[in-house]
């Protein structure tokens, strides 16, 4: 009897550029930077070594340049033990890149050069898909082609694969492709967008996610950061609070969740323990400068979920 426990993570794969500063710099301003450091990063490859460091089986789906910078993220993703089957080099484009700035609170500001992520192919997904029979869960992000993410989610329909779309960076056009998510996490921002309400409350979040969800979701959680998030299932919803810690760089906190949000899925837990755990997760996420160096390890969270 095959386990379907199995993940594929479908993403990108960006080396990520760091700048600590004093405050984020307003168009047109130039601002005295801090320390700077590169740390490997996109969301797909932070969300997969996230699953794996929590004990998840994943497989991961993405396009990397055939440079210095991809060359590193295989080495790194073989040391997490990832399954890079599904992981193609690209002879003409680069590997991603993300210029990111953090301020002395933590906050960040995102700009990405996709590169070899704007290449990869619905192909690409399903030729991975037909040679894993056990998936049974697939987290994907919107930093990859759409024609990919549409191809992937209708293949996973078909398959009785449970989808989970991180709405990031948010696009409406997923809105066309609602009926095939069965849990969609968009932060604040995207959960606005979305739903084209504004969202200052916890209220206003629950109200926001019913819109999202009358649009064709199988359920929502949306995260609001230090205030935890919001879940809404076919017959309620709830608050699942986030724990108070010292914010340090909120670069990888929502791939954090997600990653964790899904382990505890293939596990069997309910969504509601499910976002708990995700909460715990990025948590200690947030405490932590970087983004796949910052992920933390199963035994961390089980700690900080008990405490």
Same mark, same amino acid.
């Given at each position: 009897?095959?386990?379907? /426990?199995?993940?594929?993570?479908?993403? =990108?794969?960006?080396? &990520?550029?760091?700048?600590k500063?004093?405050?984020?710099?307003?168009?047109?301003?130039?601002?005295?930077?801090?320390?700077?450091?590169?740390?490997p990063?996109?969301?797909?490859?932070?969300?997969a070594?996230? #699953?794996?460091?929590?004990g998840?089986?994943?497989? +991961?789906?993405?396009?990397?340049?055939?440079?210095? +910078?991809?060359?590193?993220?295989?080495?790194?993703?073989?040391? $997490?033990?990832?399954?890079?089957?599904?992981?193609?080099?690209?002879?003409?484009?680069?590997?991603?890149?993300?210029?990111?700035?953090?301020?002395?609170?933590?906050e960040n =500001?995102?700009?990405?050069?996709?590169?070899? /992520?704007?290449?990869?192919?619905?192909?690409?997904?399903?030729?991975?898909?037909?040679k894993?029979? &056990?998936?049974?869960?697939?987290?994907?992000?919107l *930093?990859?082609?759409? &024609?990919?993410?549409?191809?992937?989610?209708?293949?996973?329909?078909?398959?009785? #694969?449970?989808?989970i779309?991180?709405?990031?960076?948010?696009?409406?056009?997923?809105m066309?492709? +609602? $009926?095939?998510?069965?849990?969609?996490?968009?932060?604040?921002? $995207?959960a *606005?967008?979305?739903?084209?309400?504004?969202?200052?409350?916890?209220?206003?979040?629950?109200?926001?996610a019913?819109? #999202?969800?009358?649009?064709?979701?199988?359920?929502?959680?949306?995260?609001?950061?230090?205030?935890?998030?919001?879940?809404?299932?076919?017959v309620?919803?709830?608050?699942?609070a986030a724990?108070?810690?010292?914010t340090?760089?909120?670069?990888?906190?929502? &791939?954090? +969740?997600?990653?964790?949000?899904?382990?505890?899925?293939? *596990?069997?837990?309910?969504?509601?323990?499910?976002? =708990?755990?995700?909460?715990?997760?990025?948590?200690?996420?947030?405490?932590?400068?970087?983004?796949?160096?910052?992920m933390?390890?199963?035994?961390?969270?089980?700690?900080?979920?008990?405490?």
């Open positions: 009897m095959i386990e379907n /426990n199995k993940i594929i993570v479908v993403g =990108s794969t960006n080396m &990520d550029m760091v700048v500063t004093g405050h984020i710099p307003v168009p047109g301003e130039t601002v005295l930077g801090g320390d700077f450091f590169m740390n990063g996109g969301k797909g490859a932070n969300q070594v996230a #699953i794996a460091r929590l998840g089986k994943v497989v +991961f789906v993405s396009r990397i340049g055939d440079d210095v +910078f991809g060359k590193q993220s295989v080495q790194l993703f073989e040391e $997490e033990g990832i399954d890079i089957s599904g992981l193609t080099p690209d002879g003409e484009e680069p590997s991603g890149v993300a210029l990111i700035t953090v301020d002395e609170v933590g =500001s995102i700009v990405v050069a996709p590169g070899a /992520n704007a290449r990869l192919l619905p192909g690409d997904v399903l030729q991975v898909l037909k894993h029979e &056990d998936i049974g869960y697939m987290l994907i992000q *930093e990859i082609p759409m &024609d990919t993410v549409k191809e992937a989610l209708g293949y996973a329909r078909s398959r009785g #694969i449970q989808v779309l991180n709405p990031a960076p948010v696009n409406k056009k997923v066309d492709l +609602f $009926e095939y998510i069965d849990v969609i996490t968009p932060n604040v921002k $995207e *606005e967008m979305l739903s084209g309400r504004n969202i200052q409350s916890i209220e206003d979040a629950v109200e926001a019913q819109v #999202i969800r009358e649009k064709g979701v199988g359920k929502v959680v949306i995260t609001l950061g230090k205030n935890g998030a919001v879940v809404l299932d076919e309620s919803w709830s608050h699942i724990r108070e810690v010292a340090v760089d909120t670069t990888a906190a929502g &791939d954090a +969740f997600n990653g964790a949000l899904v382990v505890a899925l293939s *596990e069997g837990k309910a969504l509601e323990d499910a976002v =708990s755990f995700a909460c715990d997760a990025a948590a200690i996420v947030v405490t932590r400068m970087g983004a796949q160096s910052a933390p390890y199963r035994k961390e969270v089980i700690l900080n979920h008990i405490k």
